[in-house]
């Protein structure tokens, strides 16, 4: 039989989570020789063979991908033999930059979590322990190609047997950039309240009993800092919302496994596998009934958060409190949550009673992501850490009408030149978010890449962290932008913040009207429909304060079709967060005055 060679360009979640030992294992599997390799926003594969052993391992390759792997596309081509004798793994291509090689940060897998649990093994209880299927990654990233060198884990020398894993195509660390053990990797330190050292041999039992005897410990993650405290001790709870400044909202509970997570919440099957996913998470759910959790957790409500352990030392922490844990954002309430050591020392002070720190720096501030699930799948509240910066690709409307018909629609305004695999290598669009509960969106050659959760833009840090995170996007997406599309709110801090990202196009959209054309964008939908957006208030095309609105939905042209009556808002934009103003507005222009003011 005559032997066939084929070139995959496989792009998605493909780098960073042990795709090329992955690919490397399936080609000898399937006796083929070739060679697999990152390149800028993708893995290319070049794979010689028998036709039907190249059919076997496309099957294989789409159904026994590596758990935090996820493919959206597979471009296949033919191409002359090379030749090769043997299947190797090559060097990463630097050239360029894409986003799309940075995967987002991984709950810790079975493997590592048994052999943090095994005392025979060298990593046992070892607070740090990942391998290609799990661990740091977003987070953790200074710029690109994503390699140890880049990260935040080059300022720990790989000790002799981390080195071997790191270099072995067969081992499971084999080009884990985060590869650590106790003798070369990142270590626990524990302060006091006054900043001082606290000298104990086992932190995470110094905090777990602090923890126990309601104290709040200050606990440094992933993507920041945690703020902790016994969720089944009132008292803590109240401590907490208090030093926090957080009168009412609800806060998210860690709890150790899924049977404690059974006896807080009323949990289905699609429920836990959402828990134990690899972006484990924060799930919104039904409470149990007899739950142990303070009344204070989620004051008059009937649902609560909750998430399992995503890394090893949360792990050891909820495995000896033995408790389910308040794990809320290291901060005040709406500033930027705390990253680093003494940042978190000094913005937390007066709230923290203890800190549990290490010396792993976080790159990237990430929050905790926050999903419900809806018609049987995860539905994101707040996309942010083990979803970021994983691209959503975008179902393009097809362009049946006159070209004129889409010219005020920014996601499909695009040009450029042909790239590889015949790709337009499209300028890229920009849409920048509103000022409340901020997130932005980079548009590249069909995929939507977007921001972890910011917050409320009010703040001048939340500010800079808007800044700061879309500089770091647009360097690392390497794009020019066609088109800005802002808000239409004049006072907003993304409008003017349009002016600086310089594009050749900045387009204003109201904001009922982009909730309208993300759901048009998400599904492909391109017919005639009856929008209608109930998100709060948003600045009108008129000048007025829209809210509750009904759009005429004709391809990709959208009219104003009908809306609730004008009244005088109190507060102005105020009331989106006050809103018994609007209730008080409503009252006087359906009463009147006097008769408002009597009610």
Request: proline share 7%; charged share 25%.
């Amino acid at each position: 039989m005559v032997s066939e060679a084929i070139q995959l360009r496989i792009r998605g979640v493909v780098q960073g989570v042990g795709f090329r030992p992955f690919v490397y294992r399936i080609a000898n599997r399937c006796r083929l020789s070739g060679s697999v390799s990152n390149q800028p926003g993708s893995v290319i594969v070049h794979i010689e063979g028998m036709s039907e052993d190249l059919g076997e391992f496309r099957k294989l390759l789409m159904e026994d991908a590596p758990p935090a792997a996820r493919i959206v596309q597979v471009t296949a081509r033919r191409v002359p033999l090379a030749g090769y004798t043997e299947f190797t793994i090559g060097k990463s291509d630097g050239g360029g930059a894409a986003l799309s090689t940075i995967p987002p940060d991984i709950a810790i897998c079975q493997h590592c979590y048994a052999e943090l649990r095994d005392p025979a093994n060298r990593r046992y209880r070892y607070p740090f322990i990942n391998c290609t299927n799990c661990g740091p990654r977003f987070t953790i990233v200074k710029e690109l190609p994503y390699d140890r060198a880049s990260t935040s884990m080059a300022a720990f020398v790989l000790c002799s047997k981390c080195r071997r894993e790191y270099e072995d195509p067969a081992d499971r660390r084999f080009h884990a950039e985060p590869n650590a053990c106790p003798a070369c990797g990142p270590l626990l330190a524990l302060r006091g309240d006054d900043g001082r050292t606290l000298d104990t041999d086992n932190p995470v039992g110094y905090v777990a009993d602090a923890l126990r005897s309601g104290k709040i410990a200050a606990i440094r993650g992933l993507g920041g800092f945690h703020l902790a405290a016994d969720a089944t001790n009132n008292e803590a709870v109240r401590m907490l919302r208090e030093r926090k400044f957080r009168e009412e909202k609800p806060f998210a509970v860690m709890v150790r496994d899924l049977s404690a997570a059974r006896s807080v919440a009323r949990l289905s099957a699609g429920d836990e596998a959402i828990l134990l996913s690899p972006s484990s998470p924060i799930l919104l759910t039904d409470c149990a009934k007899g739950s142990p959790l303070s009344p204070a957790v989620a004051p008059g409500l009937s649902i609560v958060g909750i998430f399992l352990p995503y890394t090893p030392l949360h792990h050891l922490l909820l495995g000896r409190v033995d408790r389910p844990l308040v794990m809320t954002s290291g901060n005040t309430t709406d500033e930027p949550i705390a990253t680093g050591n003494e940042e978190a020392l000094e913005r937390l002070a007066g709230i923290a009673d203890i800190f549990l720190l290490h010396d792993r720096e976080i790159v990237q501030r990430s929050d905790d992501s926050v999903v419900r699930r809806i018609a049987g799948r995860a539905y994101p509240i707040r996309r942010a850490r083990g979803f970021v910066p994983a691209p959503i690709v975008i179902k393009r409307p097809s362009r049946t009408g006159p070209r004129e018909k889409f010219h005020n629609v920014p996601f499909l305004v695009s040009k450029g030149t042909r790239g590889p695999f015949g790709n337009p290598a499209l300028h890229a669009v920009a849409g920048l978010g509103g000022e409340i509960k901020s997130t932005f969106c980079i548009l590249k050659e069909g995929f939507a890449y977007l921001s972890q959760h910011i917050g409320d833009l009010d703040l001048v840090p939340v500010r800079e962290f808007y800044a700061e995170t879309f500089d770091f996007f647009r360097r690392f997406l390497d794009v020019e932008f066609h088109v800005v599309c802002r808000d239409l709110h004049p006072g907003y801090f993304t409008t003017s913040f349009a002016e600086d990202v310089q594009a050749e196009r900045v387009v204003s959209l109201q904001h009922h009207k982009a909730h309208l054309y993300a759901l048009m964008a998400e599904t492909g939908f391109t017919g005639k429909a009856i929008g209608v957006a109930f998100d709060g208030t948003g600045y009108g095309e008129d000048g007025a304060v829209w809210g509750g609105e009904f759009f005429a939905i004709d391809g990709m042209e959208m009219r104003r079709a009908a809306a609730l009556d004008y009244f005088p808002l109190q507060g102005g934009d105020t009331a989106v967060k006050e809103p018994w103003k609007v209730a008080l507005s409503l009252l006087r222009e359906t009463l009147g005055p006097r008769e408002a003011g009597e009610a």
